[in-house]
């Protein structure tokens, strides 16, 4: 059974910080590659980070110079670490693993006040 689970949300001030974990269960998860994905209210969701197998990243230019994405292979968990958060970066974060399949986590919820 595939499992993501997602931690490290919460209400943050606006210009502060949060870590995101996600541990994976079920997968090969050093094949995978893995993204961060974040929704807000009436938005689509759309992809933040992705970290390659190989560990190569990329960001979404919103959040390029504030946010990285890393990866432990070991603890078969991806982190995205978030700083300088603003109010729109407001929206519940999921965790995603992509290889043949795909497979989502539940989600954790980040609020940003202003």
């Known amino acids: 059974q595939v499992q993501l689970v997602e931690s490290g949300g919460g209400l943050v001030q606006a210009g502060g910080s949060l870590r995101l974990s996600c541990a994976a269960s079920?997968?090969?998860?050093?094949?995978?590659?893995m993204e961060w994905y974040r929704q807000a209210p009436g938005k689509q969701r759309e992809l933040v980070a992705r970290?390659?197998?190989?560990?190569?990243?990329d960001y979404a230019d919103s959040v390029k110079g504030r946010f990285t994405i890393s990866r432990d292979n070991v603890k078969n968990t991806v982190y995205l670490q978030m700083n300088s958060l603003n109010p729109e970066d407001t929206a519940v974060y999921y965790c995603?693993?992509?290889?043949?399949?795909?497979?989502w986590g539940q989600g954790t919820q980040v609020t940003v006040s202003s």
């Open positions: 995603h693993a992509v290889r043949n399949a795909e497979y």
């Open positions: 079920g997968i090969s998860f050093s094949l995978n590659a």
């Open positions: 970290i390659s197998r190989g560990g190569n990243t």
